[in-house]
Nanobody, 122 residues
Framework: QVQLVESGGGLVQPGGALRLSCAAS????????MGWYRQAPGKERELVAA???????NYADSVKGRFTISRDNAKNTVYLQMNSLKPEDTAVYYC????????????????WGQGTQVTVSS
């Protein structure tokens, strides 16, 4: 299977910045898409940003112009640079990856990280 390990969350003041990282490991054959989701207390999980293998990106309207998603294909790692953070960005952020892995042939995976807390507060 494929495992995702996130890092980079924490407490930051409004207007500050954080960079999240997510590294995928395992018998990966290909990763078609990687993305970041978030879930605030009492709310459903929502897509924040995603990047596909060709490099195209997609952002939630609420983060456009403030967040940037990028990917290092050689390291199977995705990053989320978050600038101009607002209190409403407070949530647990989850990494997601979709692709194929080797297991007696090729199989499809859709893996999630354990989540990292981002808190924006003064």
């Amino acid at each position: 299977q494929v495992q995702l390990v996130e890092s980079g969350g924490g407490l930051v003041q409004p207007g500050g910045a954080l960079r999240l990282s997510c590294a995928a490991s395992g018998s990966i054959f290909s990763i078609n898409a990687m993305g970041w989701y978030r879930q605030a207390p009492g709310k459903e999980r929502e897509l924040v940003a995603a990047i596909i293998s060709g490099g195209s990106t997609n952002y939630a309207d609420s983060v456009k112009g403030r967040f940037t998603i990028s990917r290092d294909n050689a390291k199977n790692t995705v990053y989320l640079q978050m600038n101009s953070l607002k209190p409403e960005d407070t949530a647990v952020y989850y990494c997601n990856a979709k692709g194929t892995y080797r297991s007696g042939g090729l199989k499809v995976f859709n893996s999630w990280g354990q989540g990292t807390q981002v808190t924006v507060s003064s």
